[in-house]
């Protein structure tokens, strides 16, 4: 059974930072990074390749989130800079089988439960 687990969540204000964390027992997966505001469908945010090499975000993202990997230790970071009201949802890691990001939902196999970032005006 894969583990995929975020941690980083919290509560900031408008403009700060955040850094969300994901692991994921077992190998290497492209990772993901998806949110849903309240009331909302789940949304794509970042995504990122097996190999680090090719990352895609979302509008909404360009510009203010980076995702970044660190293979050795199976782990994606998600920096979160500028945070606006917007951002405020609950995000979600993922990891899919195979070597190139995804930006679809439906192409990941294994989810965590979610941290929750508000972001406060």
């Known amino acids: 059974q894969v583990r995929v687990v975020e941690s980083g969540g919290g509560l900031v204000q408008a403009g700060d930072s955040l850094r969300l964390s994901c692991a994921a027992s077992?190998?290497?997966?492209?990772m993901g990074w998806f949110r849903q505001a309240p009331g909302k469908e789940r949304e794509f945010v970042a995504a990122?390749?097996?190999?680090?090499?090719?990352?895609y975000y979302a509008d909404s993202a360009k510009g203010r989130f980076t995702i970044s990997r660190d293979i050795a230790k199976n782990t994606v970071l998600l920096q979160m800079d500028s945070m606006k009201p917007e951002d405020t949802a609950v995000y979600y890691c993922?990891?899919?089988?195979?070597?190139?990001?995804?930006?679809?939902?439906?192409?990941?196999?294994?989810w965590g439960r979610g941290t929750r970032v508000t972001v406060s005006s």
């Open positions: 993922a990891a899919g089988e195979g070597l190139s990001a995804k930006v679809n939902a439906h192409e990941y196999d294994y």
């Open positions: 077992g190998r290497t997966y492209a």
């Open positions: 990122i390749s097996w190999g680090g090499d090719s990352t």
